[in-house]
């Protein structure tokens, strides 16, 4: 079973930049979407970003134009440059893969890590 591991968080003003990383434990295969889901406190996960196995991607509305994923396929990777941070991009961000994009959108995927928290404050 293949674990993640999202390491990049931290506290940041709000204009700021952060990039987090994820690293699959196990080998996820190169026809595996990726994304980054995120929860912020008492909100349920949403999905902020997605990359195919063919490079193509989508985000949010709230993320477009300021956060950037990225993924390194050797390393089974991926990441989330995230620029321009506001405060209400505050929460847990997580990583996940899995072969069907429409299971990625769903967001109905096992396991989980334990997440990186994003703190944008002044």
């Known amino acids: 079973q293949v674990q993640f591991v999202e390491s990049g968080g931290g506290l940041v003003q709000p204009g700021g930049s952060l990039r987090l990383s994820c690293a699959a434990s196990g080998s996820i295969g190169k026809i595996y979407a990726m994304g980054w889901y995120r929860q912020a406190p008492g909100k349920q996960r949403e999905l902020v970003a997605i990359?195919?196995?063919?490079?193509?991607?989508n985000y949010a509305e709230s993320v477009k134009g300021r956060f950037t994923i990225s993924r390194d396929n050797a390393k089974n990777t991926v990441y989330l440059q995230m620029n321009s941070l506001k405060p209400e991009d505050t929460a847990v961000y997580y990583c996940?893969?899995?072969?069907?994009?429409?299971?990625?959108?769903?967001?109905?995927?096992?396991?989980w890590g334990q997440g990186t928290l994003v703190t944008v404050s002044s």
């Open positions: 990359i195919t196995s063919a490079g193509r991607t």
């Open positions: 996940n893969a899995n072969p069907s994009i429409a299971t990625m959108i769903k967001g109905d995927l096992e396991p």
